[in-house]
């Protein structure tokens, strides 16, 4: 019987999930990052991105239900979270990250969506400074 939201590889024996760690699970860390964080609009998607200050980032996504029914919403949820977990490490730690699909998401190439968050990972682990210094970031200044 196959675990529960982890795959292991049987060649080396690494686990590849999206643990509760790196996600965002409460009403008031999405408002949070709604509230602090700036808007990016992607091709496909957008994104809410806040620094968090902590030594991992968490990802969330929200699928209102104009998106389209449930079998089309956890479509696009399992595509982008795909996605996301295959591109999490270009994105470092100290980030919250709400990824808002649009419609187009669902029919998007998963290579194009890869891309997309792959850009946008790396677009953000440039604006932290290095750990352990005191360096403020642009929207510090």
Same mark, same amino acid.
């Given at each position: 019987?196959?675990?529960?939201?982890?795959? $292991?590889?049987?060649?080396?024996?690494?686990?590849?999930?999206?643990?509760?760690?790196?996600?965002?699970?409460?009403?008031?860390?999405?408002?949070?990052?709604?509230?602090?964080?700036? /808007?990016?609009?992607?091709?496909?998607? *957008?994104?809410?991105?806040?620094?968090?200050?902590? *030594?991992?980032? /968490?990802?969330? %996504? $929200?699928?209102?239900?104009?998106?389209?029914?449930?079998?089309?919403?956890?479509?696009?949820? /399992? /595509?982008?979270?795909?996605?996301?977990?295959?591109?999490?490490?270009?994105?470092?730690?100290?980030?919250?990250?709400? %990824?808002?699909?649009?419609?187009?998401?669902? $029919?998007?190439?998963?290579?194009?969506?890869?891309?997309?968050?792959?850009? %946008? %990972?790396?677009?953000?682990?440039?604006?932290?400074?290095?750990?352990? $210094?005191?360096?403020?970031?642009?929207?510090?200044?």
């Amino acid at each position: 019987m196959p675990l529960r939201g982890k795959t $292991t590889l049987s060649v080396t024996g690494k686990t590849l999930g999206f643990p509760k760690a790196v996600r965002l699970l409460r009403t008031a860390e999405f408002k949070k990052v709604y509230a602090e964080g700036r /808007r990016y609009s992607l091709d496909s998607l *957008i994104a809410f991105a806040r620094n968090n200050r902590l *030594i991992h980032s /968490r990802i969330g %996504f $929200t699928l209102p239900r104009a998106l389209g029914k449930a079998v089309e919403r956890n479509r696009m949820r /399992r /595509r982008l979270r795909e996605a996301i977990r295959q591109h999490l490490k270009d994105l470092g730690p100290g980030w919250d990250v709400v %990824f808002h699909p649009r419609r187009a998401t669902l $029919t998007a190439d998963f290579g194009r969506l890869e891309e997309i968050v792959q850009k %946008f %990972f790396l677009s953000l682990a440039r604006q932290l400074p290095p750990s352990g $210094t005191n360096e403020p970031t642009k929207s510090q200044r």
